[in-house]
């Protein structure tokens, strides 16, 4: 004989596996091409700030597509009590309207995930942080009134916080994990390559002092990294560049803007750069030297 919470756990399964192939099923039929695959891991343990849950605050995203990904990472999870469950997931991406993927999920039936505690909350609004923090230490007083620090800036790994504990200061030494999601590398990149949809994935990540990080995987689309990448690094500002569109000695397209009126001749590059950049170009026609903005691969734009 079958027990009601059995019952109720293959109730459960049944109704979710429903779910997913109903899912997958629509979307597949809105597209003549092969759906995209979306996959989500997510792991227990994690800490996570007052308010709204979203799936890259827990969740490891991996999809082909720089609009799904952005979007399925920010769904909003409405988990009963400190789990979240498959169907807690498949409801969120569905209530986000995400379609046209096939979905991969790995987790347990049940991942148990904890909201910050006082006093990470009191640290975490007291130095500006957006993000979640994770405060480490053997104990803290009972009772004990917690004493601002002189300082704390994001990125800081440890800090002795003190204490007035009846009239009497102690200090309890603790570390600290600053934790925000960011794009990462979903596969081993070498030094030099151009990043592809396909390299990307938004995991919650341990935010180290004084580097920026991305949040928006379609700003590192056509990118190069400087430095070998393994899976699960985050992109920062430091190791990634914007690709070369012209380098020195190209032939080039010239454009002179002025007002409404736009003029185009052939020129050299006398200066490499990405989009955007100023450099240093010469007119084939004229052989005046001029400064102008990258603006597309071969193309330059001088303004008068």
């Known amino acids: 004989m079958v027990s009601s919470n059995a019952g109720r756990r293959v109730l459960l399964r049944a109704r979710l596996c429903r779910i997913i192939v109903s899912m997958i099923a629509v979307s597949v039929l809105s597209f003549s091409a092969e759906a995209l695959d979306l996959s989500v891991e997510i792991k227990s343990g994690a800490v996570v700030p007052s308010g709204p849950i979203r799936l890259k605050d827990v969740a490891y995203v991996a999809c082909d597509s720089p609009e799904i990904l ?4 920010s769904a909003i999870l409405r988990p009963s009590g400190n ?61 004990g009134r917690l004493i601002p620090p002189d300082s704390l800036y994001p990125g800081a790994q440890a800090i002795n916080l003190r204490f ?22 979903d596969s081993y990149l070498r030094k030099g390559v151009y990043i592809k949809n396909t390299d ?50 190209d032939l080039i397209r010239l ?25 240093k170009v010469r007119n084939d026609r004229t052989r005046k030297i001029v400064f102008g903005i990258v603006t597309g691969p071969g193309t330059v734009e001088v303004s008068e």
């Open 83 to 143: 789990t979240i469950t498959p169907e807690d997931v498949v409801t969120a991406l569905t209530q986000a309207g995400i379609g046209g993927v096939s979905l991969r999920l790995v987790m347990a039936d049940n991942v148990p995930f904890r909201r910050e505690n006082d006093i990470e909350r009191w640290l975490r609004n007291y130095s500006g942080w957006t993000g979640a923090l994770e405060v480490e230490s053997d104990g803290f007083p009972q009772g």
């Open 164 to 185: 007035d504990v009846a009239g009497v200061e102690q200090i309890y030494p603790a570390r600290l994990r600053w934790i925000l999601p960011a794009v990462v590398a």
């Open 200 to 249: 990307l994935a938004i995991a919650a990540i341990e935010v180290r002092r004084n580097r920026k990080y991305y949040d928006d995987p379609r700003d590192l689309v056509g990118m190069t990294v400087e430095r070998d990448m393994a899976k699960g690094d985050p992109f920062t500002v430091r190791i990634t560049e914007e690709p070369e569109l012209i380098r020195t000695g």
């Open 255 to 279: 454009l002179y803007r002025s007002g409404s009126l736009l003029v185009s001749t052939s020129g050299r590059a006398m200066d490499r750069g990405a989009l955007g950049d100023r450099i």
């Open 70 to 73: 952005t979007g399925s990472s």
